[in-house]
C-alpha cells in the first residue's frame, strides 16, 4: 500500500489561513469518507484533529477543517498561531481493511 | 481520565521477539476498536495492526504481516503486539491508540506516550 501524498512543508504567517493537501487514489482517499488528520509537536504523541474527513473531535479548535474532493483531502487551519507549528499527517482507509498515512507536512509559522 | 499506556519495548537482536502491552483505562475497553502506529526514528507514522472490540478480527500492514500478531484481553483492558522475526527496520516509537467511533478505520482518538522498539546486534 502506497503512502499518501503531502507536501513536504508549508509555512505562514500569524492570523493567515494554510491549506495542506493529502493525494491518495481510487484505492483509498477517493473511495472513502474515511481521511483522518493528525498534528505532532515534535517529541509529543499525535492528536486527532479531523476525522471522517471533516468531522472535528471535542476541544479542536474550529480554526481546523477538512475538507476532500476527488483524490485529494486537504486540512486548512484558519488564523493561524505560533502553536499551530507542528509536523501534520493525514490518514485514509483503503482497501482490503488497511490504513495508509502521508508522508508528514512540517508547519512553519513564520 | 481516558488514556491508553504501552509497555514492553526495549533492544532486541534481529531475528528476535518482543511482545507489546498497550493497558486502556478511563473507558469502556470493549466499545472500541484498538491500533498499533510506529514511527520510526525521524520519519513518519505507519499504520502497523489493528484489532476489532472483541478480538475477533485482525487487520495488519503488509510490512508486519506474518511476523507481527495484535491481540487482546478484555478482562484485562489490555491489547498486545506479539512482533516475531524482528527486523532493523522494525526499530521505531511504538503507539497504541484507541479508536474513535465504532471502528479503527474512522481516526484514533487517545494515544499513548509510546514504547521504544531496538532491533540491533
Known amino acids: 500500500q502506497s503512502a499518501l501524498t503531502q507536501p513536504a512543508s508549508v509555512s505562514g504567517s500569524p492570523g493567515q489561513s494554510i491549506t495542506i493537501s493529502c493525494t491518495g487514489t481510487?484505492?483509498?482517499?477517493?473511495?472513502?469518507?474515511?481521511v483522518a488528520w493528525y498534528q505532532q509537536h515534535p517529541g509529543r504523541t499525535p492528536k486527532l484533529m479531523i476525522y471522517?474527513?471533516?468531522k472535528r473531535p471535542s476541544g479542536v479548535s474550529n480554526r481546523f477543517s477538512g475538507s476532500k474532493s476527488g483524490n485529494t483531502a486537504s486540512l486548512t487551519i484558519s488564523g493561524l498561531q505560533a502553536e499551530d507549528e507542528a509536523d501534520y499527517y493525514c490518514?485514509?482507509?483503503?482497501?482490503?481493511?488497511?490504513?495508509?498515512f502521508g508522508g508528514g507536512t512540517k508547519l512553519t509559522v513564520l | 481520565e481516558v488514556q491508553v499506556l504501552e509497555s514492553g519495548g526495549g533492544l532486541v537482536e534481529p531475528g528476535g521477539s518482543l511482545r507489546l502491552s498497550c493497558a486502556g483505562s478511563g473507558f469502556s475497553f470493549t466499545t472500541y476498536d484498538m491500533t498499533w502506529v510506529r514511527q520510526a526514528p525521524g520519519k513518519g507514522l505507519e499504520w502497523v495492526s489493528s484489532i476489532s472490540k472483541i478480538g475477533g478480527i485482525t487487520y495488519n500492514a503488509d510490512s508486519v504481516k506474518g511476523r507481527f500478531t495484535i491481540s487482546r484481553d478484555n478482562s484485562k483492558n489490555t491489547v498486545y503486539l506479539q512482533m516475531n522475526s524482528l527486523r532493523a527496520e522494525d526499530t521505531a516509537m511504538y503507539y497504541c491508540a484507541k479508536g474513535v467511533g465504532d471502528h479503527y478505520y474512522y481516526g484514533m482518538d487517545v494515544w499513548g506516550q509510546g514504547t521504544t522498539v531496538t532491533v540491533s546486534s
Open positions: 471522517e474527513d471533516t
Open positions: 490518514c485514509s482507509y483503503a482497501n482490503n481493511n488497511k490504513l495508509v
Open positions: 481510487t484505492r483509498d482517499v477517493e473511495s472513502y469518507n474515511l
